[in-house]
């Protein structure tokens, strides 16, 4: 199957399919005309690379991990050093998080700390309205 084909049954953009090719994670062929050609299991390939994206793998660990991947879900066979390139990439997410709870109760702390500057300093002036005001 040519690109486009590839495209609309995964619902993966041609570049995006084409920058998996670049990183190594599908392989074409190539028709007499230089047209990249497809097999039907490209279809699961896609499917996977996705599936593995969302889980926040990289496209580098994802060409690790591939070779293990069966089914659409997929399923990881148990391939040398899958456990380690998963739970390493878990690790980094985990410092990320721990990262970005850190900067959220800092902007929290720094809103407080404002809003009680704010009170405060509105606290000594005398509300204006338009009846008090001046004509």
């Keep these: 199957m040519l690109i486009?084909?590839?495209s609309r049954l995964t619902g993966v953009h041609a570049h995006q399919l084409r920058y998996y090719e670049a990183q190594g994670l599908l392989?074409?062929?190539?028709g007499a005309n230089g047209?990249?050609?497809?097999?039907?299991?490209?279809?699961?390939?896609?499917t996977q690379i996705r599936k593995l994206l969302e889980a926040g793998l990289s496209t580098q660990e994802i060409g690790f991990i591939l070779p293990c991947a069966t089914g659409a879900a997929p399923e990881l066979e148990p391939c040398p050093e899958l456990l380690d390139t998963l739970r390493a990439r878990l690790h980094g997410l985990d410092e990320h998080i721990d990262t970005l709870i850190h900067s959220r109760q800092a902007l929290h702390d720094y809103i407080d700390a404002?809003?009680?500057?704010?009170?405060r300093h509105y606290q000594g002036c005398a509300p204006t309205t338009l009846e008090s005001a001046p004509a």
């Design 4 to 6: 486009g084909e590839l």
């Design 27 to 30: 392989e074409p062929g190539r």
């Design 35 to 46: 047209y990249r050609e497809y097999s039907d299991d490209a279809v699961l390939t896609v």
């Design 114 to 119: 404002t809003e009680q500057g704010v009170s």
